[in-house]
């Protein structure tokens, strides 16, 4: 790596965490760890106390989409680079085409998470999108349809965010159907080695 000016230099994606694993032994992010939760956490929160708190209903859909709006920036361009490595974003050629770019950093090691921040990461990503989907369910059933561009502006962000990082991990290029497929046939593959072999 060259020296450069610290002022100007921008290191490239996953050099940055290399100068910063020889500086310390134990890698912590907890500012990024507790960003990627808040605002989604928040969000969620102000959508399940708006109603009981607060009886304008503009003011808390205005304060959820915000919220909403900084945890998919937050997550997608800070707390998935800094905890587990992976980033992903939308690219348009000279000739107008766009293209998605997944995106994770080579792993020393096979490990590209870093401990509970990586555990925290994806299940702050996974946890949270359930939310939404029940919310939407809840508001289709009470018929409290005021609420429904809320919910679906929720559920979209979030699982954008999931889909980008599920694609990162499993290498960008790959059919996120064929893989669940080759998972359950190996399960139950296995399943059914075990069974056999123990009767």
């Given at each position: 790596?060259?020296?450069?000016?610290?002022?100007?230099?921008?290191?490239?994606?996953?050099?940055?965490?290399?100068?910063?694993?020889?500086?310390?032994?134990t890698?912590?992010?907890?500012?990024?760890?507790?960003f990627?939760l808040?605002?989604?956490?928040?969000?969620?929160?102000?959508?399940?106390?708006?109603?009981?708190?607060?009886?304008?209903?503009?003011?808390?859909?205005?304060?959820?989409?915000?919220?909403?709006?900084?945890?998919?920036?937050?997550?997608?361009?800070?707390?998935?680079?800094?905890?587990?490595?992976l980033?992903?974003?939308?690219?348009?050629?000279?000739?107008?085409?766009?293209?998605?770019?997944?995106?994770?950093?080579?792993?020393?090691?096979?490990?590209t998470?870093?401990?509970?921040?990586?555990?925290?990461?994806?299940?702050?990503?996974?946890?949270?999108?359930?939310?939404?989907?029940?919310?939407?369910?809840?508001?289709?059933?009470?018929?409290?349809?005021?609420w429904l561009?809320?919910?679906i502006?929720?559920?979209?962000?979030?699982w954008?965010?999931?889909?980008?990082?599920?694609?990162?991990?499993?290498?960008?290029?790959?059919?996120?159907?064929?893989?669940a497929?080759?998972?359950?046939?190996?399960?139950?593959?296995?399943r059914a080695?075990?069974?056999?072999?123990?009767?």
């Amino acid at each position: 790596m060259q020296k450069q000016d610290s002022q100007y230099y921008s290191p490239l994606f996953g050099e940055e965490e290399d100068n910063f694993k020889q500086s310390q032994p134990t890698v912590r992010r907890p500012v990024a760890s507790f960003f990627h939760l808040f605002f989604r956490t928040s969000a969620i929160v102000v959508y399940l106390l708006c109603d009981i708190f607060s009886g304008r209903f503009i003011a808390c859909m205005v304060t959820i989409i915000l919220l909403l709006s900084c945890d998919f920036w937050t997550v997608k361009n800070v707390s998935g680079r800094l905890l587990v490595g992976l980033r992903w974003w939308n690219q348009v050629d000279e000739d107008g085409k766009s293209r998605w770019m997944f995106e994770s950093r080579k792993a020393d090691g096979g490990n590209t998470g870093f401990g509970a921040e990586s555990q925290l990461f994806w299940l702050g990503l996974i946890v949270c999108p359930l939310f939404w989907v029940v919310f939407l369910f809840s508001t289709l059933f009470s018929l409290n349809l005021k609420w429904l561009a809320v919910v679906i502006m929720g559920l979209v962000l979030q699982w954008a965010n999931l889909y980008g990082y599920v694609k990162c991990k499993l290498g960008g290029k790959s059919n996120l159907r064929s893989i669940a497929t080759s998972y359950i046939g190996t399960q139950l593959f296995n399943r059914a080695m075990k069974e056999g072999s123990g009767s």
